[in-house]
């Protein structure tokens, strides 16, 4: 057996067991993060809110059930996993260093592990004992008001912001791995083997800006995001191709009214159109500012303001709709296509999200103090639906939003979605995402949401918070449900383990283990193994 001894900050100075060189079976002992390090941390929790125990782990997973054969890569899923430095606890379930975890998936085995990315803000916090970047919403404690007054000049520079890649990652078409935040500078490229932290993606182009949407659209063939423009309200829409870090301008959309954009996490794309949200809830120069969050943080509600879709053509850059839309609340935009009537003309564009009920209450529920003070009654999770929005394209200048179904199909619980991506921008009929079994606080299903029957099915295991459901197709099927979903399970008592759903029947078909719970997550990615 070999060995390699860790030290240096933060280590535990113990012999650490190389993965791939034990027993497979056995798991790979790794250096925890040490008390004297991380600071005391109440472990009382529920575990999804609960920092992950250890800086990295790896190995191998007895599953229980059967992985199909055909299921050879990696599943990649990113979340902020912790949540404390030293004695000092974040707020904010967005707050916390980034835990990426891996599921490596072949010949029906399956290896797990996790690791933290080493962001700067990561790193500083470690070194430093404290949290030295401004995070969702934490900000650094100042010493004096000077050092302040400092801290809001880095700030416009973007040196104060966070690069701490929590939200996801995704798989450029080039091969590269990034995991991504809301910072520009938060773009970090790791190794989806041994998930580590490689360096920074650095956007080679002049746009500047601090901020983008969290989640890009990333095909074979292109990275697309929004970059909003605080300055003068709008949007710019840029493409990067694969091989290149390069973004190229698309077009610019202004905003209709308001001071400033509305927060964009996520936009849809259909084949031919990027439609560009203009939501109430818009980001807020002031609360940036603010040492002490509001309970919008870094937005402001702006109902007077109204709601629009904005489209605009990819090939050309030029807006073909701009309409007005009830007002509405969204992270997660499911998927959009273009209607066409019996002559094949596009008529209308449909844009699928998980709607809050226009409640922008939900950024608040998402504080770790609400997730981790529920006590098993209180039915305190704000309704949400699947939005379906119709855009006309015939001038029109109001668009519709009604519900996709019936939301009590699913709890009225909706959020964390995805598809078959071959059906990215095409007419789709599932969309599987995490649901409500009420009384709850917090999504604690699986759905399987059908668009054609109006309809889903729903997985649930006492006390569990199941994290983003991510299908995975199966090579070659023409079936938009012929494929698995991986999620992994929280689960109250300090364990966890991967699971694996059939995507058609929606039935359990394997689960393995973990040697503990890991905390909550947010969205994933798949790299296959070729
Ligand atoms: C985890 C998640 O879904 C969202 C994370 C969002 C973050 C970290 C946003 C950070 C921001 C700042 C640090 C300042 C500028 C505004 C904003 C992009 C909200
Ligand atoms: C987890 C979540 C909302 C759950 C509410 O139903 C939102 C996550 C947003 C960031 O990716
Ligand atoms: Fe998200």
Same mark, same amino acid.
Not at 157 to 165: R, V
Not at 326 to 355: G, K, Q
Not at 456 to 466: I, M, R
């Given at each position: 057996?070999?060995?390699?001894?860790?030290?240096?900050?933060?280590?535990?100075?113990?012999?650490?067991?190389?993965?791939?060189?034990?027993?497979?079976?056995?798991?790979?002992?790794?250096?925890?993060?040490?008390?004297?390090?991380?600071?005391?941390?109440?472990?009382?929790?529920?575990?999804?809110?609960?920092?992950?125990?250890?800086?990295?782990?790896?190995?191998?997973?007895?599953?229980?059930?059967?992985?199909?054969?055909?299921?050879?890569?990696?599943?990649?899923?990113?979340?902020?996993?912790?949540?404390?430095?030293?004695?000092?606890?974040?707020?904010?379930?967005?707050?916390?260093?980034?835990?990426?975890?891996?599921?490596?998936?072949?010949?029906?085995?399956?290896?797990?592990?996790?690791?933290?990315?080493?962001?700067?803000?990561?790193?500083?916090?470690?070194?430093?004992?404290?949290?030295?970047?401004?995070?969702?919403?934490?900000?650094?404690?100042?010493?004096?008001?000077?050092?302040?007054?400092?801290?809001?000049?880095?700030?416009?520079?973007?040196?104060?912001?966070?690069?701490?890649?929590?939200?996801?990652?995704?798989?450029?078409?080039?091969?590269?791995?990034?995991?991504?935040?809301?910072?520009?500078?938060?773009?970090?490229?790791?190794?989806?083997?041994?998930?580590?932290?490689?360096?920074?993606?650095?956007?080679?182009?002049?746009?500047?800006?601090?901020?983008?949407?969290?989640?890009?659209?990333?095909?074979?063939?292109?990275?697309?995001?929004?970059?909003?423009?605080?300055?003068?309200?709008?949007?710019?829409?840029? !493409?990067?191709?694969? /091989?290149?870090?390069?973004?190229?301008?698309?077009? #610019? +959309?202004?905003?209709? *009214?308001? %001071?400033?954009? $509305?927060?964009?996490?996520?936009?849809?794309?259909?084949?031919?159109?990027?439609?560009?949200?203009?939501?109430?809830?818009?980001?807020?120069?002031?609360?940036?500012?603010?040492?002490?969050?509001?309970?919008?943080?870094?937005?402001?509600?702006?109902?007077?303001?109204?709601?629009?879709?904005?489209?605009?053509?990819?090939?050309?850059?030029?807006?073909?709709?701009?309409?007005?839309?009830?007002?509405?609340?969204?992270?997660?935009?499911?998927?959009?296509?273009?209607?066409?009537?019996?002559?094949?003309?596009?008529?209308?564009?449909?844009?699928?999200?998980?709607?809050?009920?226009?409640?922008?209450?939900?950024?608040?529920?998402?504080?770790?103090?609400?997730? !981790?003070?529920?006590? /098993?009654?209180?039915?305190?999770?704000?309704?949400? #639906? +699947?939005?379906?929005? *119709?855009? %006309?394209?015939? $001038?029109?200048?109001?668009?519709?939003?009604?519900?996709?179904?019936?939301?009590?199909?699913?709890?009225?619980?909706?959020?964390?979605?995805?598809?078959?991506?071959?059906?990215?921008?095409?007419?789709?009929?599932?969309?599987?995402?995490?649901?409500?079994?009420?009384?709850?606080?917090?999504?604690?299903?699986?759905?399987?949401?059908?668009?054609?029957?109006?309809?889903?099915?729903?997985?649930?295991?006492?006390?569990?918070?199941?994290?983003?459901?991510?299908?995975?197709?199966?090579?070659?099927?023409?079936?938009?449900?012929?494929?698995?979903?991986?999620?992994?399970?929280?689960?109250?008592?300090?364990?966890?383990?991967?699971?694996?759903?059939?995507?058609?029947?929606?039935?359990?078909?394997?689960?393995?283990?973990?040697?503990?719970?890991?905390?909550?997550?947010?969205?994933?990615?798949?790299?296959?193994?070729?």
């Amino acid at each position: 057996m070999d060995y390699l001894s860790l030290s240096g900050a933060g280590f535990t100075r113990r012999r650490v067991a190389i993965a791939g060189v034990v027993s497979p079976l056995r798991p790979v002992i790794v250096p925890s993060l040490d008390e004297e390090t991380v600071g005391r941390h109440d472990r009382n929790h529920h575990t999804a809110w609960t920092s992950v125990r250890q800086e990295r782990w790896e190995g191998e997973l007895v599953v229980q059930g059967e992985i199909p054969s055909w299921l050879k890569g990696t599943y990649l899923r990113n979340g902020p996993g912790l949540w404390h430095i030293e004695d000092y606890n974040f707020r904010h379930l967005f707050d916390g260093y980034a835990t990426l975890v891996k599921l490596h998936f072949e010949n029906g085995r399956l290896i797990a592990g996790h690791r933290q990315i080493e962001s700067e803000a990561y790193k500083a916090a470690r070194k430093n004992k404290r949290i030295c970047f401004r995070e969702f919403s934490e900000v650094p404690k100042y010493e004096n008001f000077m050092a302040y007054v400092g801290d809001i000049a880095k700030l416009f520079s973007g040196a104060s912001l966070t690069d701490n890649a929590n939200t996801g990652v995704v798989k450029l078409g080039d091969g590269r791995v990034v995991c991504l935040t809301e910072t520009q500078k938060g773009s970090l490229v790791i190794d989806p083997d041994s998930l580590e932290t490689l360096g920074r993606f650095e956007y080679s182009d002049s746009f500047g800006g601090l901020i983008h949407s969290a989640h890009p659209i990333v095909t074979d063939t292109e990275f697309l995001t929004l970059l909003p423009d605080l300055v003068n309200p709008g949007y710019l829409v840029v !493409r990067m191709e694969p /091989g290149t870090n390069e973004r190229k301008l698309i077009g #610019r +959309v202004n905003c209709r *009214t308001g %001071p400033a954009p $509305g927060w964009v996490h996520s936009f849809p794309v259909t084949e031919h159109y990027v439609v560009v949200p203009e939501m109430p809830l818009r980001y807020c120069a002031q609360n940036l500012l603010r040492a002490e969050p509001t309970p919008l943080y870094k937005f402001e509600w702006h109902p007077e303001s109204k709601a629009f879709l904005h489209v605009m053509c990819k090939a050309s850059g030029k807006i073909v709709a701009s309409v007005e839309v009830p007002l509405f609340v969204t992270f997660h935009f499911i998927n959009a296509y273009e209607e066409e009537d019996e002559d094949s003309r596009v008529t209308a564009i449909i844009a699928d999200c998980c709607e809050h009920n226009a409640d922008a209450t939900i950024l608040d529920r998402l504080r770790l103090q609400n997730l !981790r003070s529920f006590n /098993g009654n209180d039915d305190i999770l704000p309704d949400a #639906r +699947v939005g379906r929005f *119709t855009i %006309p394209l015939d $001038g029109s200048p109001y668009g519709k939003l009604e519900s996709a179904l019936e939301p009590n199909e699913h709890g009225r619980g909706m959020d964390m979605c995805s598809i078959n991506p071959a059906n990215l921008g095409k007419k789709y009929r599932y969309a599987y995402a995490c649901g409500a079994k009420r009384p709850c606080h917090f999504p604690n299903t699986l759905t399987k949401i059908d668009l054609v029957k109006k309809a889903a099915k729903n997985w649930h295991d006492e006390g569990v918070v199941p994290s983003e459901p991510f299908f995975v197709a199966r090579p070659g099927t023409t079936e938009e449900d012929d494929g698995v979903v991986i999620s992994l399970i929280s689960e109250k008592n300090g364990s966890g383990y991967a699971l694996l759903l059939d995507g058609s029947t929606f039935e359990e078909i394997a689960r393995a283990k973990l040697p503990y719970g890991l905390p909550y997550g947010l969205h994933g990615c798949w790299v296959p193994k070729e």
